[in-house]
Structure formats: C-alpha cells, structure tokens
C-alpha cells in the first residue's frame, strides 16, 4: 500500500496531522491500533473535553509550558487557540468559556469533539485502518516503512481504503469497511509512504491504546528518549483520616509543597480528595515535580483552608466565633468556618474532643486548631500512577527535531506530534492545544515535502 503521508496514532493528533496532509493535497492513510479513533479524546476533562485555552497571545500561551514552550511557537503561529475555536465553530460545534479559559463544548459532550474530527477526516478523503497492530517501523539507510497487521474490523472507517492488489473490502449499510475473517487470520502488509507521521502518544491512560510503544520505535531508529514520567496525576498519601474526605472539593485554598522543610512550590487553585490522597486542577499542575522530589525524599503538602485571612484575622474570627456559640459543639463552631466534613479531620489531628464544648476550648487549644486551618498537612508518599495520569512528561528529544516542520533531524522521512513530545503543560486546554497544533503543522509539512508538492 502506497500513501503520500501515512500517520499512525488516531487521537487528537494524529486526525489532525491526517486531516491536514490529505487537504494540502497529499494522499494519507491514518493508522490505529484500537478498533476506532478518538479513545483518550473521550474520557478528556471527565467525557467533557476541554478543548483548548481561551488564551489568545502565543507568548503567552507557551510560557505556561515552562522553558521549552518556545519549541511549540512555529506550531503555536500555524495553528493557534482563536484557530482551534474556529475549526470547530465553522463546523457545527459551539463553545463555551469557563473559569481559567477553559474552553468546552457548549453541551459538555466530548464525542461531539471526536465527531467533528472524523467528519474532517471524512471531508478531506483520508484512508483509515483502525484495529491494526503495527510490527514496527523498519529503516533502509535514512528512509522508514511500516510493518502492520489488520485486524478483524476497520471500525470507525468510512472513507476509501486501497488494500495493495486486493480488492477494497465490502462495506455495510453505514459505509463501515471490514475484514472478512479469512482476510484477518493471513493479511498482513507493509504501508509504504514519503513521508511518515508518528502520532502514537505517552504513557499515560494505558488502556486507551498510549503504551509508549511509539516511543520505542523513535529510540530504534536512532532518536534519544527523555525518560517517560507521570504528569497531571493524583497524588497518594499516607495520612489515614484523608479516607474520610473522598469527594470533598476544596476552592482557592492555597497548596505549599515542603521538602526537608523548605517550601518548594506553591500555588491557588482548586484541589478534591480521593479515598487515597489528593486531586483536581492546582493538584494536578503540581504533580510532575513533585514526583520528581519524591525520588529525593518525603514531600509534605500544606494547605491553607482560609487564604484570604491571615493568622492574627483568622484567629480572631475563631476566637469570637467560639464566644457567640459557646455551648455548641466545638466541631459545630468549625463548621461555619471550613467545610463541615474537614472538623473531625482539623479535630483528631490537635486531639480535641468533636464533642468538647464551645466554651471550654482553650487559648493553646484554639492556637492549634487555627495554626491545622492554615496549614493542614498532607504527607505525599507516591503518584497516581500511569493509569490516572491525564499526560506523560518525557518523551522524543526535542533537540533532534525541526520545530518549524516537526521533522526527524536523524530520520528525512519522519515526523513527530502529540504526547509523544518531550513537552506537557498545565491542566486547562494547554496539552490538547499542543496536540492540534503539532499535529496540523505536523500534516502540513509532511505534505509539503512530497516531490511533487514541494513549492
């Protein structure tokens, strides 16, 4: 099978880089493993997915990529955040912006996201085999071509298909090319094509298809691999009344990381309990380097459940709160300061008695309580994992990549998109977008280098 472009990996990405080739003129097949597109893309921001930032200037954007944003900035002025809302816009999808320029679509559906790319796919006549295992990527001097295997079925796949001297397989009432089942047990094929586009994702959600295998592919033909590392994932600790608090969201408190008692970061934001530590957005955007120190020794989180009082503010509130309510509860008093469910949390770690009564708390009782309000401590012991973690830090080296065309500076025919980057963001749309963009100048590039494009 012969293709201009053949682009392997179905997610964000890779339908964008195949969408892109295929409409600067280039005949592409797009490649998948799962037996259809979009898996990942699905379960993004909870089923809603957040599909970019509303953040229009580029500098700005890439600075919250940290010091190798700037690799992203020829992809970022191909394809930016307005043209992301565009594309979907001019195709049906309506958005919406929410806090920290989130951008969603208007009904919080992310299947209407994936429908839009393969409707795209659809449009620009791109050729597509889900359900098909890759053996590997095999080199001749500085060339590549690809070994593969059909599986059974080519879910998803409505759009011509060209299988070497065999005949296009039959397609039901709904368009859906497949496989026989003769044809699954013997077919296999190599797809040769000018130009390759490796699309295939991190290590992150490995039951979505992202098992790093690409990655081992890049390091056999040559590229140096930055180790492969959780990012945007829960975070595990050890205290034991932290089980009690699962599903307990808290916003803008302020979260401190310390190691060796030394503050390491600290940021606001928005953070939930798990029946095993801790998560949500500020959690999340801490997690990488906080992995990181773990490898160094304990990390202890500190949290600030009342940001906006200081110490003396806070404990005056307490103070008089404790004298209007005298013969409540002391948990009871709690509750109209923090939420309800933290007093018996806030409560055990001083050692006060939930029943005690208002009246009966003491100045160096009272001290304590303030003092665990303000810096609640939570004892990180490990990460979430790769199976909760939302992107995989680490990845191709981005020195032996062309940021303009996203192209191998060791193999001539091989280009990079997506996760697969040594480069992640913060939570927010930030990763997502890097993945449109990379993937659509990705596919435009690729084009471009065709003989008979070229100019």
């Known amino acids: ?64 990529f940290g010091r190798r944003g700037r690799f992203l900035f020829p992809a970022l002025k191909t394809f930016n955040t307005v043209d992301t809302v565009d594309f979907f816009n001019r195709r049906g999808l309506e958005n919406k912006i929410e806090e920290g320029g989130r951008v969603f679509p208007r009904m919080d559906n992310s299947r209407d996201v994936l429908d839009v790319m393969t409707d795209f796919l659809k449009e620009q006549g791109v050729a597509i085999s889900c359900g098909t295992k890759i053996n590997g990527l095999v080199q001749t001097n500085s060339m590549l071509h690809m070994e593969i295997e059909a599986s059974d079925m080519l879910e998803e796949t409505k759009f011509p298909l060209t299988l070497g001297e065999r005949q296009s397989p039959p397609a039901d009432d709904a368009g859906n090319l497949w496989f026989p089942e003769q044809w699954a047990e013997s077919y296999s094929a190599n797809i040769t094509a000018d130009r390759y586009i490796l699309c295939t994702g991190g290590s992150s959600y490995p039951g979505t298809g992202s098992t790093g295998e690409g990655m081992s592919w890049a390091k056999n033909v040559g590229h140096n691999m930055i180790r492969p590392r959780q990012a945007l994932v829960p975070l595990c600790a050890s205290d034991n009344w932290i089980r009690e608090l699962k599903g307990l969201s808290l916003q803008g408190v302020d979260i401190s990381a310390f190691q060796n008692g030394k503050k390491k970061q600290g940021t606001r934001g928005d953070m939930l309990f798990t029946d095993n530590g801790v998560t949500g957005p500020a959690i999340l955007d801490m997690s990488k380097s906080i992995g990181e120190r773990l490898g160094e020794g304990a990390v202890e989180l ?46 055990t770690i001083t050692g006060i008695d939930t029943s005690k009564n208002a009246g009966n708390v003491s100045k160096e009782e009272r001290k304590m309580i303030v003092h665990t309000m303000k810096q609640l401590a939570l004892h990180i012991n490990s990460l979430g994992g790769f199976e909760k973690a ?56 690729a084009a471009k280098k065709i003989p008979s494009r070229k100019g």
């Open 1 to 64: 099978m012969e293709y201009d472009v053949a682009v392997i990996g179905g997610g964000p990405a890779g339908m964008m880089a195949a969408g892109r080739a295929a409409q600067c003129g280039a005949r592409t097949i797009l490649v998948e493993k799962n037996r259809s597109l979009g898996k990942k893309l699905l379960i993004t921001g909870n089923g809603r997915c957040n599909i970019t930032n509303a953040e229009p200037d580029i500098q700005k954007f890439l600075r919250a």
């Open 302 to 347: 500190r949290i600030d459940l009342r940001p906006e009082l200081d110490h003396p503010q806070l404990d005056a509130l307490l103070q008089e709160e404790l004298r209007l309510h005298s013969k409540k509860d002391v948990r009871n008093v709690l509750a109209g300061i923090i939420p309800a469910r933290l007093t018996a949390a806030i409560l």
């Open 390 to 445: 939302m992107v995989t830090a680490g990845g191709v080296d981005l020195k032996e990549i062309f940021p303009d065309t996203l192209q191998s500076r060791i193999v001539e025919n091989l280009h990079f998109a997506g996760e697969i980057l040594d480069i992640d963001g913060p939570t927010g749309g930030y990763n997502l977008q890097a993945a449109w963009s990379t993937g659509y100048l990705a596919g435009e590039s």
